[in-house]
């Protein structure tokens, strides 16, 4: 990641090249799933203790997409707001066909 990144769409257009494995993006479709489902429960039965899985819900199979598919480290560790921004970018860019899983 050394090049200059100087807002958000210049991030997510590199974001996009550090997801080029179609099994890495399903990874993470599946994370943000179970995220969206988790939050939905906790809002349904008011268990706001369990909030923080939500964070392994949806990172977890993310890094597994990066680790063992993409082989690359996720940019969550440099760019972490960016980051996040980028997953439900293309969770939704994902939902209407932008970009192929």
Known sequence: ?????NNFS???RFYLCEHKNKICRR???F???LVLLGLTLIIITGQWKFFPIL???GYGPAWIGHFFYEKNKPA???YPF???MSDWVMYKDI???KVKI
């Open 27 to 29: 990874w993470h479709f």
């Open 55 to 57: 964070f392994v819900l």
């Open 10 to 12: 210049e991030f997510y």
């Open 31 to 33: 994370g943000s799933s």
């Open 1 to 5: 990641m050394s090049q200059n990144l």
């Open 95 to 97: 939902l209407i066909g």
């Open 76 to 78: 969550t560790f440099k």
């Open 82 to 84: 960016y980051s996040l």
